[in-house]
């Protein structure tokens, strides 16, 4: 089992920036895939962005590259979300994932869930 927990969300003006974090425990870490979905009111659960366990194979989704950046720190077992640009249709529930590799991840076939870290975007 590995047990996800994100925090960081909030509500922010559009433009500017936030950095949820997801914190995990139980297996190990680093044998993982990471990533971030997300899910606005009305709408189905889309990708975000995934990141392999060493880092070295990372994507995004269309919407969100070159605003948004996924990182990790296997030593601390927490992945990061750095979103820039922020704009109100990014407004959503914040979800950290992980399954064996990120093309599993990508494809929603996921692993763990977190329980959401809700951000919202005024304009």
């Known amino acids: 089992q590995v047990q996800l927990v994100e925090s960081g969300g909030g509500l922010v003006q559009a433009g500017t920036s936030l950095r949820p974090s997801c914190a995990a425990s139980g297996r190990t870490f680093s044998n993982y895939a990471m990533g971030w979905f997300r899910q606005a009111p009305g709408k189905e659960r889309e990708f975000v962005a995934t990141?392999?366990?060493?880092?070295?194979?990372?994507g995004y989704a269309d919407s969100v590259k070159g605003r948004f950046t996924i990182s990790r720190d296997n030593a601390k077992n927490t992945v990061y979300l750095q979103m820039n640009s922020l704009k109100p249709e990014d407004t959503a529930v914040y979800y950290c994932?992980?399954?064996?590799?990120?093309?599993?991840?990508?494809?929603?076939?996921?692993?763990?869930w977190g329980q959401g870290t809700q951000v919202t975007v005024s304009s």
């Open positions: 990141i392999s366990w060493n880092g070295a194979n990372i």
């Open positions: 994932s992980a399954a064996p590799n990120t093309w599993l991840l990508r494809s929603g076939t996921v692993g763990y």
